[in-house]
């Protein structure tokens, strides 16, 4: 399992590490990080693909403190991806029906309050929307269409809708640089990112990347952005100057990548492997592998998050209906929480801490 740099990848400087712990710090005050927070105070979300609903975990106990159904109608309508407000209080589910070839009335965002776990918004999205992000400044949220091959973006507040953009076929992942400046939505079916300028509103490349591109993430300083690649079994990564593929991280064919975690404290990146029941972990100074935990994970990972301080992993088991605990200190499994069926994806939120 190896790393290829393109003759582009420049070194780490000093003023790049600083700008980086700067960046780290900023999304650790956001966030609102362990020693400024109460204990109990995240919770973690595992969307049920199959049972329709959401799993919410104490981080404290690792044990489920509350499940909201999003639909009385398992099997019919699913929620999959999901993202968190920069200041960790409101939750963004994509919710669809079971015909991703088709735009209905189902194909929504629905917003959940993590004070009390009610969903509080729904903003009709249309196109089978299959994951969401947030802007920095929590005043939108954007989608990948998959039905329509569009990407698409929203006012959290009235729900208008900002705009809509062509993307390849099969859109699946999405997430907003930490400047709010790129949209970045991958595709499937054509192996490719679209880079939407956010504004301009238009826009200004398509990236070809691994096979089967499913999550993207952009690091903590916006420098680079991760695409797992899940029939190419690797990671690629693209610089944001140019928007210009500079590494390629090979996990191997049988891995299948899907979502990814960057560490907030470390240099590190978390990519969960369905095919091998992985968590890989990348060295995001040298782009190398440098673990891999297999030991006690539960079956086909597809979902993954880090909780802000750092300290934990939860992993969204599939196949096992479970979430995967990890101490990110040791890289080891410390527990297994049962969750709803089918579990598709996670993130973690912030309950303030009261005055």
Not at 68 to 90: L, Q, Y
Not at 321 to 338: C, R
């Given at each position: 399992m190896t790393s290829t740099h393109e003759q582009r990848t420049r070194p780490r400087s000093l003023a790049g590490r600083v700008a980086t712990l700067l960046m780290a710090a900023a999304v650790a005050l956001t966030l609102g990080l362990a020693s400024a927070q109460e204990p109990g105070s995240y919770r973690v979300y595992i969307s049920n693909e199959y049972s329709a609903d959401i799993s919410v975990i104490d981080s404290a106990t690792d044990m489920?403190?509350?499940?909201?159904?999003?639909?009385?109608?398992?099997?019919?309508?699913?929620?999959?991806?999901?993202?968190?407000?920069?200041?960790?209080?409101?939750?963004?589910?994509?919710?669809?029906?079971?015909?991703?070839?088709?735009?209905?009335?189902?194909d929504a965002i629905v917003v959940i309050d993590v004070l009390t776990n009610e969903v509080v918004n729904r903003i009709p999205a249309g196109g089978n929307p299959e994951r969401v992000a947030a802007t920095p400044d929590g005043t939108e949220v954007w989608a990948a269409l998959e039905a329509i091959a569009q990407g698409g973006g929203w006012n959290v507040e009235t729900g208008e809708e900002i705009a809509r953009f062509r993307v390849g076929i099969e859109a699946e992942g999405v997430d907003v640089s930490p400047d709010g400046r790129w949209v970045y939505i991958t595709a499937e079916t054509t192996h490719t990112v679209t880079v939407f300028d956010r504004h301009a509103l238009e826009v200004v490349k398509h990236v070809l990347v691994g096979n089967r591109p499913r999550e993207v993430r952009f690091s903590l300083d916006g420098s680079v952005a991760y695409v797992s690649g899940e029939v190419g079994g690797?990671?690629?990564?693209?610089?944001?100057?140019?928007?210009?593929?500079?590494?390629?991280?090979?996990?191997?064919?049988?891995?299948?990548?899907?979502?990814?975690?960057?560490?907030?404290?470390?240099?590190?990146?978390?990519?969960?492997?369905?095919?091998?029941?992985?968590?890989?972990?990348?060295?995001?100074?040298?782009?190398?592998?440098?673990?891999?935990?297999?030991?006690?994970?539960?079956?086909?990972?597809?979902?993954?998050?880090?909780?802000?301080?750092?300290?934990?992993?939860?992993?969204?088991?599939?196949?096992?209906?479970?979430?995967?605990?990890?101490?990110?200190?040791?890289?080891?499994?410390?527990?297994?929480?049962?969750?709803?069926?089918?579990?598709?994806?996670?993130?973690?939120?912030?309950?303030?801490?009261?005055?």
């Open positions: 489920v403190i509350d499940t909201i159904t999003i639909t009385g109608r398992p099997g019919e309508v699913r929620p999959r991806g999901m993202a968190v407000s920069p200041d960790g209080r409101f939750i963004y589910v994509s919710v669809s029906d079971f015909m991703p070839t088709v735009e209905t009335n189902e690797n990671v690629t990564v693209i610089e944001t100057q140019d928007h210009t593929v500079i590494a390629t991280i090979d996990l191997g064919l049988d891995s299948r990548p899907v979502e990814m975690a960057v560490d907030p404290i470390r240099d590190r990146l978390y990519v969960v492997g369905g095919g091998t029941s992985a968590v890989y972990v990348i060295d995001t100074t040298t782009y190398e592998l440098i673990a891999t935990i297999r030991e006690q994970m539960g079956r086909r990972p597809w979902g993954i998050a880090i909780t802000p301080d750092g300290s934990k992993i939860y992993t969204a088991d599939g196949l096992s209906d479970s979430s995967t605990v990890i101490d990110a200190e040791t890289l080891t499994v410390i527990g297994q929480i049962q969750t709803g069926r089918g579990s598709h994806s996670a993130t973690v939120g912030v309950v303030p801490r009261a005055d």
